[in-house]
């Protein structure tokens, strides 16, 4: 079992900036690519960005493209989504997930294991 625990969530106005983190515990980090996941009132789940188990591989959604960076370290066993340029269609819970392989990051029913969220409100 791997637990995923994410912090750095709050209100902050457009155009701002958050750190989110995830931490992981329970089986070697560096085992598991991670993704983050937002979910807005309302919608389904979407995929933010993905990194894979060693940081030399990432993607990201285009809405979140040059706005957003996902990165870890895995000797700290935690992953982060640095975002930048905050906008109010931003505001959702945001989710890490963890899988075992770099593959299908963005398929949220291919996780292998989850947090609990974080909430990120952006107001305008």
């Known amino acids: 079992q791997v637990q995923l625990v994410e912090s750095g969530g709050g209100l902050v106005q457009a155009g701002g900036s958050l750190r989110l983190s995830c931490a992981a515990s329970?089986?070697?980090?560096?085992?598991?690519?991670m993704s983050w996941f937002r979910q807005a009132p309302g919608k389904e789940r979407e995929f933010v960005a993905a990194?894979?188990?060693?940081?030399?591989?990432?993607s990201h959604a285009d809405s979140v493209k040059g706005r957003f960076t996902i990165s870890r370290d895995n000797a700290e066993n935690t992953a982060y989504l640095q975002m930048n340029s905050l906008k109010p269609e931003d505001t959702a819970v945001y989710y890490c997930?963890?899988?075992?392989?770099?593959?299908?990051?963005?398929?949220?029913?291919?996780?292998?294991?989850w947090g609990k969220g974080t909430l990120v409100t952006v107001s305008s």
């Open positions: 997930a963890a899988r075992t392989s770099y593959r299908r990051m963005s398929a949220s029913n291919a996780m292998d294991y």
């Open positions: 329970g089986r070697p980090f560096s085992n598991y690519a």
């Open positions: 990194i894979s188990e060693s940081g030399s591989t990432t």
